[in-house]
């Protein structure tokens, strides 16, 4: 999406797979992605549990869909997702979706959607099954919409760089990313390598590891060379990064 294209979107919450005390900071997020033109959340309004729900579909103008368990231990507020799901798609309006839950079923939907040619943008707890997660153009673990800032900006405990180190997976995808971003000298900037990084792992997010920034994860690791780099007067520098092996 370029700066004069704001993407139309549909949130779609799954209410028992959500925490209402994410809200404001949830539609903040997908803030970053475009406007939410549709936001429905998705429940059995008449049990008590989803109460504290309420005041903030109020406040955010979010429309509460009401779906009654038809039978116990199936789940048709699913079913009822899906289906307004599939009836949003076909109208042709929307330029993605943001699906609320840490719920596997939506899955396929998310496959479907993204078939279609459309961006799905996935919200879920860390315990969310990776099937979901990879379904998705990008999916962010709501852990790290749950807790206030501090004054630095950040939302979890950073991990030592000893620990940042010796995770093999978090490594790899950044020097896969930098390796295919790079020119001939090895240097790459950084742009690129978030947005490979970005296809090729959903669920990568710096503020899981404590980071606003992917260039601040990436320096902390202390396994790359960084070059910050004018690119015209006025404009803030581009940053390149190599790795330190070459």
């Known amino acids: ?3 004069t294209t704001t993407y139309k979107l549909a949130v779609l919450i799954d209410a028992d797979n959500a925490q209402p005390s994410i809200t404001e900071n949830l539609l903040a997020e997908i803030a970053k992605y475009g406007t ?3 936001k429905r959340i998705y429940g059995d309004w008449t049990q008590p549990q989803l109460g504290s729900w309420k005041e903030l579909l109020l406040q955010h103008s ?13 789940n ?4 009822a997702l899906i289906i307004d799901a599939m009836d949003l ?6 330029d993605g979706f943001c699906l609320i839950s840490s719920d596997s079923d939506f899955t396929k939907l998310a496959a479907r959607i993204r078939e279609a040619g459309l961006k799905v943008y996935g919200f879920g707890e860390e315990k969310t099954p990776d099937p979901f997660v990879a379904a998705c153009d990008k999916f962010i673990y709501t852990e790290v919409l749950k807790v206030d800032k501090d004054e630095k900006g950040t939302k979890k405990k950073k991990p030592p760089i000893n620990e940042l180190k010796q995770d093999t997976k978090l490594v790899n995808l950044v020097r896969n990313a930098i390796e295919a971003s790079s020119d001939e000298s090895g240097w790459a900037h950084l742009a690129p390598v978030g947005s490979y990084i970005a296809k090729q792992s959903p669920g990568f997010d710096p503020r899981n590891y404590g980071y606003q920034k992917l260039g601040e994860l990436v320096k902390a690791m ?3 060379k960084f070059d910050y780099r004018s690119v015209g007067e006025g ?12």
């Open 1 to 3: 999406m370029d700066s």
């Open 36 to 38: 939410a033109n549709v």
């Open 62 to 74: 979010i429309q509460p869909i009401q779906q009654f368990g038809y039978t116990k231990g199936k």
């Open 76 to 79: 048709s507020t699913d079913s």
């Open 89 to 94: 798609l076909y109208t042709g309006k929307f």
């Open 222 to 224: 202390n396994l790359f």
């Open 235 to 246: 404009q803030s520098e581009a940053i390149y990064v190599k790795d330190k092996r070459k």
